[in-house]
């Protein structure tokens, strides 16, 4: 029973939609705004810094305590493993929310700061490298969570460490499917530039 509950508290968890939250204090239902995605980049481009920082240190702070209840199901690796993806699941398919979140970049993040953190320093220095060249959120995304499950082999962390790197890596690909298909377009959304006829909500200060 303590093991169900602990993978059942980690998906719970990881279906709190932050930015949704977020939005909502400042009177927005983010959904409606930019891309219709609850994670820190609609929110940055719809709301501004504050907002998109709130919703990034929650959306990590989600992932790493998924992962965190994942380890209380049981001794050994694979149980904060289940722990990390299904934080991740949470995220993306939130029972809040009728099963539409995010893109779960950032709650992997956070799991995986609780799982493999050195495996996050190569991924971390790959996003931002690509962002600053590129100014592509969703390639720099996906360029980390390639690399991440390749990072997790090369260090050495548990075989279930890697195998939850790898499928929290399917999904936020996955999740991205519609951006994936833009960036071979070359139609895709540069940070920094404002998505066309998705601006800043009215009303909503600067």
């Not at 260090?155 to 790197?165: D, E, I, N, Q």
């Given at each position: 029973m303590i093991p169900l509950l602990a993978l059942a508290g980690a998906y719970l968890v990881g279906s709190i939609p932050v930015g949704f939250l977020v939005a909502r204090l400042a009177g927005v239902d983010i959904r409606r705004h930019g891309s219709g995605n609850i994670g820190a980049t609609n929110v940055l481009r719809s709301l501004g810094t504050a907002p998109a920082v709130a919703t990034l240190l929650g959306d990590v702070a989600k992932g790493y305590a998924?992962?965190?209840?994942?380890?209380?199901?049981?001794?050994?690796?694979?149980?904060?493993?289940?722990?990390?993806?299904?934080?991740?699941?949470?995220?993306?398919?939130?029972?809040?929310?009728?099963?539409?979140?995010?893109k779960g970049v950032a709650t992997g993040l956070g799991a995986f700061l609780r799982l493999a953190p050195w495996a996050i320093v190569p991924a971390a220095v790959v996003w931002l490298a690509l962002l600053a060249s590129f100014r592509f959120v969703s390639l720099a995304s996906l360029c980390a969570a390639l690399g991440l499950p390749l990072a997790v082999l090369a260090?050495?962390?548990?075989?279930?460490?890697?195998?939850?790197?790898a499928v929290v890596a399917a999904i936020v690909i996955g999740r991205h499917h519609q951006n994936i298909g833009r960036l071979l377009a070359g139609t895709e959304n540069r940070l920094g530039r404002p998505r066309p006829g998705g601006g800043r909500p009215a009303g909503v200060a600067r």
């Open positions: 998924g992962a965190w209840l994942g380890s209380l199901a049981g001794a050994g690796p694979r149980w904060a493993a289940a722990g990390a993806v299904l934080v991740v699941v949470g995220n993306c398919w939130p029972v809040f929310l009728r099963f539409r979140g995010g260090l050495g962390y548990p075989a279930a460490t890697a195998v939850a790197a």
